[in-house]
C-alpha cells in the first residue's frame, strides 16, 4: 500500500514556476517507478513526467520537455516536478501516481500506475 500526497499547485501567470512535490508512505519508496499526470477539464488523463527508482531514466511529454524537470528524492520519500515558463495549456489538476510494478522500466499509460494523489490544481493566466 501506497499513500500519496501532492502539494505545491497555485495560479500563476504565464511565464511563472511552480514546484510540485509528492510525498510518499506506505511501502518503500526506493522500489517502484513514479509519474506525474494532467487532466484538463474535458480532456483525457496523461503523462507528462516519469521517472524510475533511481532516477537513471526520465520521460517527458513533447509539450514539456526542456521546460519541465522531474526529480525524486528517496531518503525523503518525496517526489518532485519544477515547473518553468508555464503556459495557459498547462492549466490542469497535476496527480502524482505510483507504478509498484516496475523498477527499472517506467510506463506513460494511467493503467500501468496503481497508485494515486488526490491531485492539485495548476492555473496559468495570461
Known amino acids: 500500500q501506497v499513500r500519496l500526497v501532492e502539494s505545491g499547485g497555485g495560479l500563476v501567470q504565464a511565464g511563472g514556476s511552480l514546484r510540485l512535490s509528492c510525498a510518499a508512505s506506505?511501502?518503500?519508496?526506493?522500489?517502484?517507478?513514479m509519474g506525474w499526470f494532467r487532466q484538463a477539464p474535458g480532456k483525457e488523463r496523461e503523462c507528462v513526467a516519469a521517472?524510475?527508482?533511481?532516477?537513471?531514466?526520465?520521460y517527458y511529454q513533447d509539450s514539456v520537455k526542456g521546460r519541465f524537470t522531474i526529480s525524486r528524492d528517496n531518503a525523503k520519500n518525496t517526489l518532485y516536478f519544477q515547473m518553468n515558463s508555464l503556459k495557459p495549456e498547462d492549466t490542469a489538476v497535476y496527480y502524482c501516481?505510483?507504478?509498484?510494478?516496475?523498477?527499472?522500466?517506467?510506463?506513460?499509460?494511467?493503467?500501468?500506475?496503481?497508485?494515486w494523489g488526490q491531485g492539485t490544481q495548476v492555473t496559468v493566466s495570461l
Open positions: 521517472i524510475n527508482w533511481i532516477g537513471s531514466r526520465t
Open positions: 506506505g511501502r518503500t519508496f526506493d522500489n517502484y517507478s
Open positions: 501516481a505510483a507504478d509498484t510494478r516496475h523498477m527499472m522500466a517506467i510506463a506513460t499509460t494511467p493503467a500501468a500506475y496503481v497508485y
